[in-house]
Nanobody, 124 residues
Framework: QVQLVESGGGLVQAGGSLRLSCTVSGVIRTNYVMGWFRQAPGKEREFVAYISWSGDSSYYGDSVKGRFTISRDLGKITVTLQMNKLKPEDTAVYHC????WGRGSSAPGDYPYWGQGTQVTVSS
């Protein structure tokens, strides 16, 4: 069983930065893929980024490419999402997710483990 807990959300002005963290506990194998997704009110859950547990590969959604960076710290067993140049349309609840089969997918349905999420609000 894998447990994921997000932290680091908050309120920030447009153009600002936030850093989200996802603390991972439970059984983790080296083939895990860790993802970040977000969901705004009335909208479907949107893929943000994923990274392989080894850190060798990562992938970003088009709306965040060039502004967000995903990374992981094996020592602290955390996955972080550095968000720069934030826009009001980035406002959402951000969720960390884990795929134990390492598929490298942008589909929420391919991630069986989810954190409860952290709110990010970007004011204009």
């Amino acid at each position: 069983q894998v447990q994921l807990v997000e932290s680091g959300g908050g309120l920030v002005q447009a153009g600002g930065s936030l850093r989200l963290s996802c603390t991972v506990s439970g059984v983790i194998r080296t083939n895990y893929v860790m993802g970040w997704f977000r969901q705004a009110p009335g909208k479907e859950r949107e893929f943000v980024a994923y990274i392989s547990w080894s850190g060798d590969s990562s992938y970003y959604g088009d709306s965040v490419k060039g502004r967000f960076t995903i990374s992981r710290d094996l020592g602290k067993i955390t996955v972080t999402l550095q968000m720069n140049k934030l826009k009001p349309e980035d406002t959402a609840v951000y969720h960390c997710a884990a795929d134990p089969w390492g598929r490298g997918s942008s589909a929420p349905g391919d991630y069986p483990y989810w954190g409860q999420g952290t709110q990010v609000t970007v004011s204009s």
